[in-house]
């Protein structure tokens, strides 16, 4: 059976960090991209950033580039987002998500509607 669980989000002042995690089970994570997405209320699902380990390639939004770093330990099965200097606007509930896809910009910023798991997600709250 297939599992993400993400874990980490909380609130947090405006510059501060977190880290969020995504454990993973029942399956190889190293065969799969993994994305995160976040949705703020009353907006869209946006994909934040996703790596593929088998490409050496990871992806991020404009608006996280050089404050957000997304690893994954293969050996764990979990994947991570730092999140540094955060922005009100960073505001949402952050999404974990893998599939069988290439690393594209279109698959990694897009509705995040191909990829085929889920977590149930985790709050950030940027406030001060």
């Known amino acids: 059976q297939v599992r993400l669980v993400e874990s980490g989000g909380d609130l947090v002042q405006p510059g501060g960090s977190l880290r969020l995690s995504c454990a993973t089970s029942?399956?190889?994570?190293?065969?799969?991209?993994i994305g995160w997405f976040r949705q703020a209320p009353g907006r869209a699902r946006e994909g934040v950033s996703c790596?593929?380990?088998?490409?050496?390639?990871?992806y991020y939004i404009d608006s996280v580039k050089g404050r957000f770093t997304m690893w994954r330990d293969n050996a764990k099965n979990t994947a991570y987002l730092q999140m540094d200097n955060l922005k009100p606007e960073d505001t949402a509930v952050y999404f974990c998500?893998?599939?069988?896809?290439?690393?594209?910009?279109?698959?990694?910023?897009?509705?995040?509607?191909?990829?085929?798991?889920w977590g149930q997600g985790t709050q950030v709250t940027v406030s001060s």
């Open positions: 790596r593929s380990e088998k490409d050496d390639t990871s």
């Open positions: 029942g399956f190889t994570l190293d065969d799969y991209l």
């Open positions: 998500t893998v599939g069988r896809l290439p690393p594209t910009d279109s698959i990694c910023s897009g509705d995040g509607s191909q990829y085929e798991y």
